[in-house]
């Protein structure tokens, strides 16, 4: 019987996983798939039990910023917060689906920047789904706000995508260096996608929304639970400029708040607890997985020396081929893997600082072309299917291919001014 070599094995478990994730097929959740195929890596012995265990290790930082912004979503979700804020949203739009999508696409940016992408996919998505509820509208096109701004935005600071945190590692540039370097690619990605969003969205954006709200006050509950968001947003700033790790603070976060509003109320946590996606989690501990069973195929070591040598010879040419590289690769296998590889490049060679930030525009802007190409939209589709929502992979990729090329290209030749 012939033996498969380990290499081509892991190359074959890694694609039929990474379609598995993609496609659902028989609509089996995307974190069955990715276990299972890094379980059966395992099984056949092509990565050994002590390394798997140590790749599912390395997203601790990841699992708990998860945590604690999950626990936080739901929690303003059962309190009322997202109900008061689509409403108050609803009413300043007076009417207009026009003025509606402009003001989601503004709270968007915003979120993200200051509270990371996933927060905009966990946070902000029930919000906006509530507000298109209350408003009578079709809420696909804002909730395509929620995604695709989750990932144009994501570079705008340090802390606007744990990716970020995974590409530079050690080697983070100073905060105004980071300014000075992604303020106009972030600029051109931002802009080119609210372009492109409101021309495909046109049609039904200009439907006009009910205007009969009546805003009811806020719950002692959900002030506490928007208190909680808010510190929770000062405290990943001041850690970021800190250069610490997010994941323990967000996740201190979420937790306190969520005990502080179930005492007052005393309640018991455990529905809070149970309406948590917790899917999520083992979905990107098996990416991990199978991202360290491809790097002991050796691809990534002859990546990085391979992007080096064009580095030397042609900084601007390697720029550019780090930047679409990775925004394909995000797209194949997702950006959170393709984030480690990036990261892991960097550790392997030295790269111009053009070329690393090209690499991570790549990672953060170029999953918006598929549904399963980040984290963050990965986090979207769980939260609109808990609304009734569906989007297929093939209906988000028609949309993706028109909004993600202008802006990554935007971005790249924004980044050579």
């Given at each position: 019987?012939?033996?498969?070599?380990?290499?081509?094995?892991?190359?074959?478990?890694?694609?039929?996983?990474?379609?598995?994730?993609?496609?659902?097929?028989?609509?089996?959740?995307?974190?069955?798939?990715?276990?299972?195929?890094?379980?059966?890596?395992?099984?056949?012995?092509?990565?050994?039990?002590?390394?798997?265990?140590?790749?599912?290790?390395?997203?601790?930082?990841?699992?708990?910023?998860?945590?604690?912004?999950?626990?936080?979503?739901?929690?303003?979700?059962?309190?009322?917060?997202?109900?008061?804020?689509?409403?108050?949203?609803?009413?300043?739009?007076?009417?207009?689906?026009?003025?509606?999508?402009?003001?989601?696409?503004?709270?968007?940016?915003?979120?993200?920047?200051?509270?990371?992408?996933?927060?905009?996919?966990?946070?902000?998505?029930?919000?906006?789904?509530?507000?298109?509820?209350?408003?009578?509208?079709?809420?696909?096109?804002?909730?395509?706000?929620c995604a695709f701004i989750a990932n144009a935005a994501s570079f705008v600071l340090p802390i606007s995508n744990p990716a970020n945190l995974v590409v530079f590692g050690t080697q983070m540039p100073p905060l105004l260096d980071w300014l000075r370097q992604f303020t106009l690619p972030s600029l051109a990605a931002i802009g080119l996608t609210y372009l492109v969003l409101r021309l495909t969205q046109r049609r039904q954006i200009t439907q006009p929304l009910a205007t009969a709200i009546e805003l009811q006050p806020l719950s002692g509950g959900a002030r506490l639970c928007a208190l909680g968001i808010m510190v929770t947003a000062l405290v990943l700033v001041s850690t970021s400029a800190l250069d610490q790790p997010l994941g323990l603070p967000t996740f201190c976060a979420g937790l306190a708040t969520a005990a502080l509003v179930h005492l007052g109320q005393r309640r018991s946590p455990l529905p809070l607890l149970k309406g948590v996606a917790w899917g999520v989690l083992p979905l990107v501990a098996g990416l991990f997985v199978l991202v360290e069973a491809v790097a002991q195929t050796g691809l990534i070591e002859r990546l990085a020396h391979g992007l080096a040598d064009l580095a030397r010879h042609d900084p601007v040419q390697a720029s550019w081929a780090a930047g679409l590289g990775s925004a394909l690769a995000g797209n194949l296998m997702n950006n959170l893997p393709t984030g480690l590889i990036a990261g892991s490049i960097g550790h392997i060679v030295q790269l111009p600082t053009a070329?690393?930030?090209?690499?991570?525009?790549?990672?953060?802007?170029?999953?918006?072309?598929?549904?399963?190409?980040?984290?963050?939209?990965?986090?979207?589709?769980?939260?609109?299917?808990?609304?009734?929502?569906?989007?297929?992979?093939?209906?988000?990729?028609?949309?993706?291919?028109?909004?993600?090329?202008?802006?990554?290209?935007?971005?790249?030749?924004a980044l050579h001014i």
């Open positions: 019987m012939p033996v498969i070599d380990p290499a081509v094995g892991i190359w074959i478990v890694a694609a039929v996983a990474t379609c598995g994730v993609i496609l659902r097929p028989w609509r089996v959740p995307e974190y069955v798939w990715a276990l299972l195929g890094a379980l059966l890596l395992v099984v056949l012995g092509w990565i050994p039990p002590g390394t798997a265990l140590k790749a599912v290790a390395e997203g601790g930082d990841v699992y708990l910023f998860l945590v604690g912004m999950m626990v936080l979503a739901e929690l303003a979700r059962r309190q009322g917060l997202f109900d008061w804020l689509a409403m108050y949203a609803v009413q300043h739009a007076r009417g207009s689906g026009t003025r509606l999508f402009n003001l989601v696409f503004l709270v968007g940016t915003l979120v993200t920047v200051f509270l990371s992408n996933d927060a905009t996919a966990v946070v902000l998505t029930p919000a906006v789904y509530a507000a298109c509820r209350a408003a009578k509208a079709e809420p696909l096109p804002y909730l395509f706000i070329t690393t930030a090209a690499l991570l525009i790549g990672v953060d802007l170029g999953p918006n072309l598929s549904i399963t190409g980040s984290l963050a939209t990965l986090l979207w589709l769980v939260a609109i299917r808990r609304e009734g929502e569906h989007v297929g992979a093939l209906d988000f990729l028609r949309l993706g291919v028109l909004v993600m090329p202008p802006a990554l290209l935007g971005a790249l030749l």
